[in-house]
């Protein structure tokens, strides 16, 4: 059975940081690539960031360049969202995805496995 379960979400100031973390259990994370993306009320679900499965290649959206960094442990199949600058607008439900596809992609549609969330709040 596939199961990604995010975590590290929870409230901080603005200009905090917060690490998330995606572990993937059922299916070998090398073979996957994995994105984060986020969904805050009332607006669309926003590709964030993403690492590919063979070269681990990374790519941000341009909200989060120069403040998201992005990593994958396949020894514990685990991928990591470090968010430093954390701003207002980063507020949201954030997501870690699965394809089994060896690009990158925005579209969530290309993404067969999800996870349940985790909130990020950003306020003083």
């Known amino acids: 059975q596939v199961q990604l379960v995010e975590s590290g979400g929870g409230l901080v100031q603005p200009g905090g940081s917060l690490r998330l973390s995606c572990v993937v259990s059922?299916?070998?994370?090398?073979?996957?690539?994995i994105a984060w993306f986020r969904q805050a009320p009332g607006k669309e679900r926003e590709g964030v960031s993403c690492?590919?499965?063979?070269?681990?290649?990374?790519y941000y959206g341009d909200s989060v360049k120069g403040r998201f960094t992005i990593s994958r442990d396949n020894a514990k199949n685990t991928v990591y969202l470090q968010m430093n600058s954390l701003k207002p607008e980063d507020t949201a439900v954030y997501y870690c995805?699965?394809?089994?596809?060896?690009?990158?992609?925005?579209?969530?549609?290309?993404?067969?496995?999800w996870g349940q969330g985790t909130q990020v709040t950003v306020s003083s």
């Open positions: 995805a699965g394809s089994n596809f060896y690009l990158c992609s925005g579209s969530a549609a290309r993404y067969g496995y």
């Open positions: 059922g299916f070998a994370l090398d073979y996957y690539t």
């Open positions: 690492i590919t499965s063979a070269g681990g290649s990374a």
